[in-house]
């Protein structure tokens, strides 16, 4: 009579709630790892003088599609401050000309009228088109403060759309590149990172637990 002969003899080297432990600890030795060398890279970019920290006032920068009032006799701003805009189409550009090490970005707009999406595009060494492939959406961060994460990256130029939808009335005070922030918010996840950081680990354990399931599956000996 065929006896089964089991293809796993040995018991696993740890239980299940070790393997969820382990996976954890894991995740945070990798996110701590992340963190040091994100702050090495930046320190590096830094003591060269190739990380900009400056604030870039409206007149410095080249737009398109997004006007001062003042340059339009027929436009009426909604009070006397200069530096009120306005988008003319629905693809209004900001464009920064320069080069460096950038982490993040702020504008500083505040809309007359809901802007739709505002979005920020970058150029790598070597290009000279913008893609959507490489766009970061804003979050706002304070009121009329708008902030891209760009997660540390070489770039050759910046275009911000400050709105999607065109004839949005906006107190535009320019951006800021690389703003000073506290060392620990390094180390802090953001929401995306919140749900990889709890939730891939257990799918991770759950997986291979069930790949030893099947390795561990009895077959007849003949």
């Known amino acids: 009579m065929a006896q089964r002969k089991p293809l796993w003899n040995n ?39 190739e990380m900009p920290q400056q604030t870039v006032l409206p007149a410095d920068l080249t737009t398109e ?6 340059s339009n006799q027929w436009w009426t ?4 401050d200069p530096d009120w805009y306005l ?8 464009y ?8 993040t970005v702020k504008l500083y707009a505040g809309h007359r009228l809901p802007p ?3 979005a920020l595009y970058y150029l790598l060494p070597g290009q000279t088109d913008y893609s959507e492939t490489q766009k970061v959406y804003a ?3 304070e009121a009329g403060e708008y902030t891209f994460d760009l997660g540390g990256r070489w770039v050759t130029g910046l275009r911000i759309d ?13 951006i800021e590149l690389n703003p000073p922030a506290p060392w620990y918010t390094r180390f802090l996840p953001d929401g995306g990172q919140w749900l990889v950081l709890l939730f891939v680990p257990a799918v991770a354990v759950a997986a291979a637990a069930l790949v030893l399931s099947l390795f561990g599956k009895d077959e007849p000996e003949d």
């Open 116 to 118: 739709g999406g505002v």
């Open 162 to 174: 400050p709105d999607s939808v065109g004839g949005v009335p906006t107190l535009f005070g320019g």
């Open 11 to 49: 018991r696993p080297l740890f239980g299940a709630r070790q393997l969820l432990v382990l996976a954890y600890l894991l995740a945070v030795v990798l996110w701590l790892a992340r963190g040091f060398v994100g702050s090495a890279v930046m320190l590096n970019y830094k003591l060269r003088g």
């Open 65 to 70: 599609s997004f006007a001062p009032y003042s």
């Open 96 to 103: 920064w000309q320069g080069q460096g090490y950038i982490e």
């Open 77 to 80: 701003p909604p009070d006397d």
């Open 87 to 94: 988008s003319t189409d629905s693809d209004p550009h900001i």
């Open 139 to 141: 979050t706002v961060t």
